[in-house]
């Protein structure tokens, strides 16, 4: 069964480096996003992205977040200047058509010390 | 979005049935219910939705209210495995989900 794979697993980074999380979403899928999880809350949204454009994008998705689909089958979060209250784990996620399901990959754990 | 209520937790034994209820009492007409399952350690898990009729699938079946404002997630003989925490998502013309606290069911052996 096709599906939706993250690298790295786990990035420790330093507060204030640049740090690009890298999802392969499932190879027919259209829609994209990005969720973000802090250890022991809830699952957060944070953008997604449709045609090579941001569609939505939540409040917590600023500035210092980029995203992009450099080729026909990456999909990067980048995190420009990365602060202590960006550790969680981030989920990347595709569906192929809009408010269908979403299938969702292992996350990766960005810890910034 | 409308928003919707879970218990916090919920306990199962093994091999029993599971009803999960789910609240949503300012639902509108375009708001299709949607469910989720976070394992531990792991991203969300798409279980189930519906708009209106109760709907079936291999990991659960949904039950929803006449009046919508209410539905419930039955999975019919739990296991070890289903223990995670359950989410209720109302989705609209938005793309995107908001996620709530959810439901963690504990399965005991």
């Known amino acids: 069964e096709p599906e939706v794979t993250q690298t790295p697993s786990h990035q420790v980074t330093q507060m204030g480096q640049e740090v690009i999380l890298r999802c392969v979403p499932i190879s027919n899928h259209l829609y994209f996003y990005w969720y973000r999880q802090i250890l022991g809350q809830k699952v957060e949204f944070l953008v997604s992205f449709y045609n090579n454009e941001i569609s939505e994008k939540s409040e917590i998705f600023d500035d210092q977040f980029s995203v992009e689909r450099p080729d026909g089958s990456n999909f990067t979060l980048k995190i420009r200047s990365t602060k202590l209250e960006d550790s969680a784990m981030y989920f990347c996620?595709?569906?192929?058509?809009?408010?269908?399901?979403?299938?969702f990959g292992p996350g990766t754990r960005l810890t910034v010390t | 979005d409308a928003k919707t209520t879970q218990p916090n937790s919920m306990e199962s034994n093994e091999e029993e049935p599971v009803h999960l209820p789910c609240n949503h009492s300012?639902?509108?007409?375009?708001?299709?219910i949607h469910w989720y399952r976070q394992l531990p350690s792991q991203g969300p898990e798409y279980v189930i939705h519906g708009l209106t009729s109760n709907v079936n699938n291999r990991m659960a079946s949904l039950a929803i209210a006449e009046d919508r404002k209410s539905s419930t997630l039955i999975l019919h003989r739990a296991t070890l495995r289903d223990a995670a925490v359950y989410y209720c998502i109302l989705r609209r013309n938005n793309n995107d989900m908001r996620f709530g606290a959810g439901t963690r069911l504990t399965v005991k052996p």
């Open positions: 996620a595709s569906t192929l058509r809009e408010r269908y399901e979403q299938y």
């Open positions: 300012t639902i509108s007409g375009t708001d299709y």
